[in-house]
């Protein structure tokens, strides 16, 4: 254990240890999980791309049955079968401690979900639940929405890369209508189109919580990704917004920047893989120089020329603590 305990960033106070891609296999991690079943400092826990596989998750789900302080724990990118992440579930249900868990890519269907979904429904100290790069699809997401109908406390939620359409989309549209307290959503690299996008443009007229919320590359138009722009600029919520890959052209560019340029919220901003050109960069440069709070931009993969790269860097330019990816 000693040898292990080099691994990683393990805190002074010992109360965190981050083992992510720290090369642990099967054994390894039953190493770990025999050490937990005793310890009571722990409370952090990061495994996220390892290679840990069933085995590993097993001998984590026992050691949780005993533990009673780990309150994080991520379990993502390490090759598990949907049953060992659902062992992980059902033991928690009965725990009930964790305020995080991290289950992305673990090979979870709509089934799966539908499992995890009744332990959110029940949970009273989940807030972060990060369940992306599965295959939830549409019945899968639905099952999870009914549960945030009904949930008070989760806060954080990741569900990208999922195949999720419009009719799942929709539906978490729905809940986010009653929802009060769910403040994130990563809805990325979906297939939720331009049907999925106006549910959740008209949702967000009725939420007063979602402070960030992530579309990027869902096959939007840019008409449907400018219709959450309109609405925003209207609920001025929003710290963070991505609508990377979503089809928008100079005029939608020019569109952006007026929300940029009277947005008093918004300090991160995700325009990846759109059609800006050298004229939607104009637009957003001097957006850029009135707006005083934005921290963080992404404009890669813009079709930006020299002139236009020139503007957004003499915009931002001098601005301290500023990201720019251009």
Not at 215 to 238: P, S
Request: aromatic content about 4%; charged content about 20%.
């Amino acid at each position: 254990m000693e040898l292990l305990c080099q691994r990683g960033v393990y805190s002074e106070d010992k109360t965190s240890w981050n083992l992510k891609s720290a090369q642990l296999a099967a054994g390894d991690v039953a190493t770990i999980a025999l050490w937990l079943k005793d310890n009571g400092v722990l409370t952090e826990l990061d495994l996220r791309f390892n290679g840990i596989g069933d085995e590993g998750a097993v001998a984590l789900g026992e050691a949780l049955r005993v533990n009673e302080v780990l309150t994080s724990l991520d379990v993502g990118l390490n090759h598990l079968t949907e049953e060992a992440a659902l062992g992980i579930v059902r033991v928690e249900r009965q725990r009930n401690k964790l305020t995080l868990l991290g289950l992305a890519s673990c090979r979870i269907g709509p089934t799966g979900a539908a499992e995890i979904a009744e332990y959110v429904s029940g949970s009273k100290v989940l807030t972060n639940l990060e369940l992306g790069w599965n295959g939830f699809g549409d019945e899968g997401v639905e099952a999870l929405a009914s549960a945030l109908r009904v949930n008070g406390v989760l806060t954080s939620l990741d569900v990208g890369v999922n195949n999720i359409g419009p009719t799942g989309a929709t539906a978490i549209a729905e809940a986010l209508r009653v929802n009060g307290v769910l403040n994130t959503i990563n809805l990325a690299r979906n297939d939720i189109s331009a049907e999925g996008a106006v549910a959740i443009a008209a949702a967000l007229r009725v939420n007063a919580v979602l402070t960030s919320l992530n579309l990027g590359f869902n096959d939007l138009t840019e008409e449907a990704a400018l219709g959450i722009v309109r609405v925003e600029r209207q609920r001025n919520k929003l710290t963070s917004l991505g609508l990377d890959g979503c089809n928008i052209g100079p005029t939608g560019a020019a569109e952006v920047a007026e929300y940029v340029s009277g947005s008093g919220v918004l300090t991160t901003l995700n325009l990846r893989g759109n059609g800006f050109g050298d004229e939607g960069a104009k637009a957003l440069a001097s957006a850029l120089r009135v707006n005083g709070v934005l921290k963080n931009i992404d404009l890669c993969n813009n079709s930006f020329g020299d002139e236009g790269k020139g503007v957004i860097r003499d915009a931002v330019s001098g601005r301290e603590g500023f990201k720019l990816e251009m």
